[in-house]
């Protein structure tokens, strides 16, 4: 499916995939026509995936704690399918150690992008313990390479300054999540406290310049704003 560039913008950390309506968790925003989310191949993203130890490596999951007593380990995947992260070859860790991950499933809870794996070599729990907190990387060239200009590396997006129309710094991109209503731009507020999310379109994000680390924004008023209470139920 063809994305509509003018409405859509595209984010990855793997295959480009279509990214694209405003809204999400709850959000209600309605500023441009939100269009359809395309198919996705693989992609995704979370933590705050830099663009890695090194301009030629992207981030692309990252350990979490032992599952069980034979080695098995939680992991959050980057990729926009998560089970698709372990079809990449081996990953990387920052000190250049290579992971070949196997038998991939979703872990209990529901998020998707968490899930269980096996790593080559590990067959305890303490070794599976070991791996906590340790990021997962690709080499770039691996990465499929954007055809459209608004198609972008979830990697390249995270940690990017977000400033609006007249100049002024808003805040840093700290992730880039998808809630099923389209990709949203999570941003810490450069005054500190809690982040908030920007719809990934053209009509909220109107310029992204990865050569600049910039990201020009026309945020709602209220973007940082705490969330309204949800007015108490009518009596039966």
Known sequence: MK???SKSRSASSLPLVGRGRGGGAGATFDKGAPTPPPPTPPHK????????????????????????LKGEVRLKSHTGDP?????????????????????????????????VVRVEGVISRD?????????????????PRAEDEDEFLLADLIGLSVRDEAGAIIGTIVDVPNFGGGDLLEIAPA???ATAFLPFTKA????????ERLVVAAPPDDLFAPARPEPDEAPA
């Not at 909220?204 to 050569?211: D, E, G, I, K, N």
């Open 127 to 143: 070794a599976a313990e070991a791996l906590n907190r340790i990021e997962l990387y690709l080499p770039r060239e691996k990465l």
């Open 204 to 211: 909220f994000v109107p310029v992204v310049r990865l050569a």
């Open 45 to 68: 993203g979370e933590e705050s995936p830099v663009a890695a130890a090194g301009s030629d490596l992207v981030l692309v999951g990252e350990f979490g704690r032992a599952h069980g």
């Open 3 to 5: 994305r509509e560039r």
């Open 191 to 193: 005054t500190g406290g």
């Open 83 to 115: 089970l698709a992260i372990a079809t990449y070859g081996p990953l990387l860790d920052a000190g250049g150690r290579s992971y070949i991950l196997k038998n991939p499933r979703q872990a209990p809870g529901g998020a998707p992008e968490m899930l």
